[in-house]
């Protein structure tokens, strides 16, 4: 080889060289430019998202409350049975043996005249206990005069939907029905108060009541949910009423026009959510709504994790699919203004905030950890994150110390609700199976006030002989110390292997929720990242949404079974 072509060669391997070196600065430039605009454009996003929860409560707090007609203007006290509407009260459902009697002894006692009130048990039972509680009830009530009777499908299609189709067909003559899910307890005047508004207002398709809570303080998870609800029947439902825009029916604790029903298209069993679809279609079919602040009506809230998240999956992947079954149709409809068209495409994709909050932890974060020039916009999201959603604390007032860790748990459930999105918005099988929420039976939250009152009560006969009975088992304790040792130890050996299996119990059903699990576990190494970055606020942030997933992902939250 001649030493032209060694030059050549070397001139070749310097011009590569010096290309690579450009081509670095070039990227060492350009890449910071690039994170500053997707930062502020993310940013942006994400405070218009999270705009919509301060709107809402403008709108609760800033205009007027409409006033509710009495039952005396709608049906003067002189007036007959006869001059009541016959309402139906359907109560759908699935294996209640813990729930079913309350629900039905509920219906039963409503003040309403019972020639004029018919219920329905849309029982799709498939435990012969269930069963045979629900049967036996409903006779008891039958003997009693009350028009009840069991309506039981041959199959489950179409799950809570198909069941309300199924009742339907006995009572065409019907104008108004009542919906109550198992778990609910209305008040003997749920309808003297409920009735009113839709019979005042030829026009109102449906009118919804107030959610409220047995078991609100039975745990950190009903505490949780109670804020999130709370939000949603205290402040978004009653500040769209008041600005007249759309609000959804609930699934239950409300009363429908069934002419509004039958207009609207029925009942339809193509997704999970079917109040929502079928309030949707009565809304752009010119219906109006009411939804009724001062009318409440108790319910249980889901006390165990899994339970918790079958339902707020259903909750969440069902306005997908709703979405994609309706977004043609609420551009195209013209019995509504166009700025209800707009608030109802944004109540359809605002779903979508759970997936800029994985976003923000995921990629965001690291990227302000990275480039420091953008750790502003990422200080933004944190505290927009922090202000929108402590201000949902603000309706479960008497619980507001609890803010900060509600920040940290709605964070926690947004990959899950992600998931859940994604699932609905592809419609994948996940999505189109209704898992009914287990019920636990109602509870109370004052068992040791009840405990005392019971001591308070307390005959001082029985007490006496509470006291003889003692002192006998004391002596024969002293006289047979042997045998009584004996049945010690015995007892103790019964208790150490209830704990055993009680424990053994719970790893059995014990479930590790993976996509939480890694998600703590990058949550962590990104905490590193920003302390070692000297980012001690980020950090701290970051941390405590890695401890709440962390909880999420081995399910110590919540009541066990």
């Known amino acids: 080889m001649d030493i032209g072509a060694i030059l050549s060669i070397g001139s070749d391997n310097d011009l590569y060289y010096n290309g690579t070196v450009i081509c ?115 006779d008891e009530w039958a003997k009693r005069g009350i028009q009840i009777n069991v309506y039981r499908r041959p199959h489950r299609h179409g799950f809570k939907a198909g069941s309300l189709i199924y009742g339907m067909t006995f009572i065409r003559h019907v104008e108004y029905i009542c919906i109550f899910d198992a778990d609910f307890l209305p008040t003997k005047d749920f309808l003297s108060k409920a009735m009113p508004s839709i019979m005042h207002d030829p026009t109102c398709a449906f009118v919804q009541a107030r959610w409220t809570y047995t078991n609100s303080n039975e745990s950190f998870l009903t505490r949780m949910q109670t804020m999130i609800l709370n939000f949603h029947f205290k402040c978004e439902q009653e500040g769209r009423y008041r600005a007249s825009f759309f609000f959804n029916f609930n699934g239950t604790a409300a009363i429908w026009r069934t002419s509004a029903i039958e207009e609207a298209g029925g009942w339809h069993t193509d997704t999970v959510v079917e109040d929502l679809d079928l309030s949707l279609r009565a809304h752009l079919n010119g219906w109006n709504s009411v939804y009724l602040y001062d009318v409440e009506c108790l319910n249980e809230l889901p006390p165990t994790l899994s339970a918790y998240l079958s339902q707020q999956y259903r909750w969440v992947s069902g306005p ?137 009560h307390f005959s001082t006969s029985e007490r006496n002989e509470t006291v003889i009975v003692l002192a006998e088992k004391k002596k024969i304790d002293q006289t047979y110390s042997y045998r009584s040792r004996i049945f010690k130890i015995i007892a103790n050996i019964r208790i150490i292997k209830s704990i055993c299996y009680w424990f053994k119990k719970r790893f059995q059903s014990f479930r590790l929720y993976k996509r939480n699990f890694l998600m703590s576990i990058y949550l962590y190494f990104i905490t590193w990242l920003a302390f070692n970055n000297s980012n001690p606020t980020l950090g701290i942030f970051v941390f405590c949404n890695a401890i709440m997933y962390t909880v999420l992902a081995f399910g110590y939250i919540g009541r066990f079974t």
Request: a positive charge; proline letters at 4%.
């Open 320 to 456: 997908m699919q709703v979405a994609l079954k309706l977004i043609r149709r609420i551009y195209r409809t013209r019995d509504i203004s166009l700025s209800k068209k707009l608030f109802c495409f944004w109540f359809l994709i605002r779903y979508y905030v759970n997936l800029c909050q994985v976003l923000s932890l995921i990629i965001m974060v690291p990227m302000s950890i990275w480039f420091p020039t953008t750790r502003i916009c990422s200080l933004i999201s944190m505290y927009t994150t922090l202000f929108t959603t402590a201000t949902t604390a603000l309706f479960t007032f008497n619980q507001f110390h609890y803010a900060i860790i509600y920040v940290m748990f709605v964070n926690g459930m947004a990959l899950f609700n992600t998931c859940a999105s994604i699932s609905g918005l592809l419609n994948f099988s996940s999505a189109r199976d209704w898992i009914v929420t287990p019920k636990f039976g109602f509870t109370t939250n004052n068992n040791s006030s009840t405990k005392k009152l019971d001591e308070k």
């Open 24 to 138: 670095e600065d070039y990227v060492q430039c350009i890449l910071p430019d690039v994170a500053r605009i997707v930062m502020i454009l993310f940013t942006i996003l994400y405070v218009i998202v999270h705009a919509d929860r301060l709107v809402h409560i403008l709108c609760r707090f800033c205009l007027k409350k409409k006033p509710y007609p009495t039952l005396y203007e709608v049906i003067p006290p002189s007036s007959t049975e006869l001059d009541y509407p016959i309402v139906a009260i359907q109560l759908p459902m699935m294996n209640e043996v813990e729930c079913g009697e309350a629900i039905i002894e509920a219906a039963c006692n409503l003040d309403w005249p019972k020639s004029r009130l018919i219920i329905q048990v849309l029982d799709d039972s498939s435990d012969k206990r269930a069963i045979s509680v629900i049967n036996n009830c409903v």
